[in-house]
């Protein structure tokens, strides 16, 4: 009479367990790593808001965002650099709480015709002194134009970012012609189409029938806090909603992970 040999079910042990577990949270722990990184060097760049405006617009409001990086160190200057061979005309800054702007001008090569007559010099520079801007915050600075050129496609404001450490950013690299964005780009202003005078065909979002692009906000509006946001809703949505898809990643992730334990687990019970 022959007798059935049984195998022993194989129980998972502590140390097995305790291994699986350290290690589904290792992974979570990276993915982590990774959202939070993503979405810091989302916002980490100095930008222009609005992103685009119609060419020759008049009378609107550029608005750079300054996010400080550092988390050991404040922002304490910052030097926005404005484009000369197709100056912005007319240029006004609005006054920054706790912030003083000093606004250089420069001859220009090749004076600019306007129905108001011929312009010989523009503005070159902005510099913003006087205030800091803490970890995790930004500061916005508005600056009014009466008038952007009308020949170019986009244009780019080269901005050096100073913090209370000494060290200095320079965001000054623009991006090649279908290319990669650079470690540290210019905040670049995109010139559409103006759309022709009596009609909107053509016209981008945020201008007039004219093709001139309407107003961001008063020149002469004061606005407190680093936490002001002025920057376009698409661009924020957009930056919102990637985050937003990497931090879903990670709970299924986790998950995933956690399930696969227990379920282990489970099958190592005797019936």
Not at 39 to 52: C, D, L, N, R
Not at 107 to 130: F, H, Q, R, Y
Not at 179 to 197: D, M, Q, R, Y
Not at 219 to 238: I, L, M, V
Request: net charge negative; charged share 20%.
């Amino acid at each position: 009479m022959s007798t059935a040999r049984t195998t022993p079910m194989r129980r998972t042990t502590p140390l097995r367990h305790s291994t699986t577990l350290r290690r589904a949270g290792a992974v979570v722990a990276v993915a982590a790593v990774a959202v939070l990184a993503a979405a810091g060097a989302a916002s980490a760049h100095v930008t222009v808001h609005p992103e685009s405006y119609a060419k020759g617009a008049t009378d609107g409001v550029l608005t750079f965002r300054v996010p400080n990086e550092d988390s050991a160190a404040a922002t304490t200057k910052v030097q926005v650099f404005l484009p000369t061979d197709h100056p912005v005309l007319g240029v006004l800054v609005s006054p920054r709480d706790g912030w003083t702007a000093k606004v250089t001008n420069t001859k220009l090569k090749t004076p600019v015709k306007t129905d108001d007559g011929t312009i010989t010099d523009a503005v070159s520079e902005i510099t913003w002194t006087g205030g800091k801007i803490g970890a995790g915050q930004f500061e916005d600075f508005d600056v009014a134009f009466g008038q952007l050129p009308d020949n170019v496609d986009e244009l780019a404001f080269k901005t050096l970012q100073t913090y209370s450490d000494g060290k200095t950013v320079r965001w000054i690299e623009e991006a090649e012609s279908g290319g990669e964005e650079p470690e540290n780009p210019a905040p670049v202003l995109e010139l559409t189409a103006k759309a022709a005078k009596g009609t909107t065909e053509g016209a981008t979002e945020g201008t007039t029938q004219n093709g001139a692009a309407a107003p961001a906000a008063s020149a002469g509006t004061k606005s407190s806090g680093s936490s002001t946001a002025t920057a376009s809703a698409d661009d924020s949505t957009a930056r919102g909603l990637g985050v937003a898809g990497l931090v879903v990643g990670v709970l299924g992730l986790a998950a995933a992970a956690f399930a696969v334990v227990r379920g282990r687990s489970a099958g190592s019970r005797p019936e």
